[in-house]
Structure formats: structure tokens, C-alpha cells
């Protein structure tokens, strides 16, 4: 099978899944929209996402588009049932949608392939490139053995190109690689703030040829502008300490005519073994902001700086 290249930008999509507030179909659709019109070809969803909805979404916008211009990735592990009981309750998730439906961790072999073949019906496609083993490690069982057999299988099939691991956790993405993952999507472990994957899941690229997409790469929203008071850092109000590094991140970035953003961005993607970005966005202008810093070329003195005052330390 021919090697899948991967735009170095993608955009995630836990907004078109309502995360944190209620969008219409109408603002996921212009979105997208701004995002394919701006040059972005790399999505990536979840059944997680909004209960379904975020796949939904995204499938009726990439159905109109030409297959083989576009990399999509979704995830497995997670499976949807229905709860009516729900109707009247909102996801305890975070997503801004009606509890219809309830999340079934299933981490078996046969569970990974019905979880993408249900995928591929909230989808409406044919086919996704990419299949994440999604957070095993929160699961009451968190044995990714029989997942990993399960996706194998399926790359084998060609029902996908790729396979892989996402997750917070960093031992989780390397338990990933070791067990046949040929690429980890890393979320906020690869960034200004954590390195958590620079040894033992770099390693573990290096060794199996693995890559990694960076997700997360603003930690929750603090490194997505200038910081100030209530902060989001990793799901939760940043602490003073943490507000006071990233401010002291953001002057030398500025010292060096870049913005904290676009170095948040750029850090990971100087890394060889990182192919690829995931970044969400809020509204169009954040979709095509975020696309433009991503290709900004960052001076590699900045990254000499940020180690040398022990803020952020040089890749190895």
C-alpha cells in the first residue's frame, strides 16, 4: 500500500461536536467551509465527540468534497448506544448535546472493528485513513492488546491506511507503538508547557519508525494568545506559576517577532518524528489563522533562548 502523506495542519474536531457550547449546523458548515477554502485537507473526529455528532457533521461536509484530496482520522474504543432515558439530560462530557446516546467502552478485537464500522455510517464515507485507539487507558479495563490485533487486522485488510493511539498518557502512546501502532496522536504532551513524550515515546518512534501527530499544542487555550487572568491550562483555570512561565515564553517569542501561538504550533512540528499538527478552532477566522501559523518559519535562535533560561527545553 502507498505510504499516506499527512498535511502537516489538521483540524480537530471536538467544536463540530458542540464542546464547551451549542453551534448550530449552520456555523459547523461555514467552519469547514473557511477551513477547506483556506487549503486545510486534515480532519479529525471521534465518536466521542458530541455523542456522534461531530462525525455526523464532518461526514455530510467531506461527502461533497473529492476523496483522495482529503486524510481523515477518527477513533475506536469508544461505542455508542442508545439512552433514551437521556432525553432530557446534557452529556456529562463537556458536549453541549442531549444524553440520547451513551458511551460502551469495547477494547476487544471485534469491538474496534464494529466501533469504525459504525463510524463510517455516522460518516456517510466509505472510508477514514487513519484509526485512533481513543484513551484506552480510562477504559475499567485498559488492555489494549486485543485492540491493537483488532486494528492491525483491519490496516491489513486495507479498511485503513494507518493505525494508532491517542491519548494524553504518555506511557499509554508508547504501550501503543510497542504493540503495532504506526502512528500516536500525542494531546498536550507535546508542547511549550509538557514534554512528556520526549523519551520513552520518541524513543519508541525512533526504534518501529512510528510518527506522532501533536494535538493540543495550545494546552487547553493558554498558549493561544497573550495570557492573562482565568486562564484555560489543561482543562482547568491555570495556576499563577503556570501563567507567569507562559508570560515569560510569550516576551522571548516576541523578542524574536513570533507570537505565542504560532510558536506553540511550531515547536512540535520542528521535531522530525512529528508529522503533523491537530488544532481546533472556534469559528472560521481561528480555522484560517491557525492554518497560516503553521507554515510561519520560526527563527531557531528563539528555541536556543527558551532553553537557555530553562523555560522550554531544546528538542533532542
Not at 483522495?68 to 448506544?81: A, C
Not at 521535531?271 to 507554515?295: E, F, I, K, Y
Amino acid at each position: 500500500m502507498k505510504r499516506l502523506s499527512i498535511p502537516r495542519f489538521g483540524l480537530g474536531g471536538a467544536a463540530l461536536g458542540n464542546l464547551y457550547r451549542a453551534r448550530s449546523s449552520a456555523e459547523a458548515q461555514a467552519l469547514l467551509e473557511a477551513a477547506w477554502a483556506a487549503g486545510v485537507r486534515h480532519f479529525d473526529t471521534a465518536p466521542h465527540y458530541g455523542l456522534g455528532l461531530s462525525e455526523q457533521r464532518l461526514g455530510a461536509f467531506l461527502a461533497t468534497k473529492p476523496r483522495h484530496e482529503f486524510v481523515l482520522s477518527t477513533k475506536v474504543g469508544r461505542r455508542l448506544r442508545p439512552d433514551p432515558s437521556g432525553a432530557g439530560r446534557g452529556d456529562p462530557e463537556g458536549f453541549v448535546v442531549p444524553a440520547t446516546m451513551r458511551r460502551v467502552w469495547d477494547l476487544t478485537s471485534g469491538g474496534v472493528r464494529r466501533s469504525l464500522e459504525e463510524s463510517l455510517q455516522r460518516l456517510g464515507l466509505d472510508r477514514v485513513d487513519i484509526a485512533y485507539l481513543h484513551d484506552p487507558e480510562r477504559a475499567p479495563e485498559p488492555r489494549i492488546g486485543a485492540a491493537m490485533a483488532g486494528l492491525a487486522a483491519l490496516r491489513t485488510e486495507g479498511v485503513v491506511a494507518r493505525i494508532g493511539v491517542g491519548s494524553m498518557t504518555p506511557s499509554t502512546l508508547e504501550d501503543g507503538i510497542r504493540r503495532g501502532a504506526d502512528i500516536v496522536m500525542a494531546a498536550n504532551c507535546y508542547t511549550l508547557l509538557d514534554q512528556g513524550v520526549r523519551h520513552g515515546v520518541l524513543a519508541a518512534c525512533r526504534e518501529t519508525g512510528a510518527r506522532m501527530v501533536a494535538a493540543g499544542v495550545f494546552h487547553g487555550g493558554i498558549l493561544s494568545s497573550r495570557p492573562g487572568d482565568n486562564c484555560v491550562f489543561d482543562y482547568r483555570t491555570a495556576s499563577r506559576e503556570i501563567t507567569t512561565r507562559v508570560r515569560r515564553i510569550g516576551a522571548v517569542c516576541a523578542a524574536h517577532g513570533v507570537d505565542l501561538p504560532t510558536a506553540a504550533m511550531a515547536y512540535p512540528l520542528s521535531d522530525p518524528l512529528v508529522d503533523a499538527v491537530m488544532v481546533g478552532a472556534d469559528d472560521p477566522q481561528q480555522a484560517r489563522q491557525n492554518l497560516t501559523r503553521s507554515a510561519v518559519p520560526v527563527p531557531v535562535a528563539l528555541w536556543y533562548e527558551l532553553d537557555a533560561k530553562g523555560l522550554v527545553p531544546l528538542l533532542s
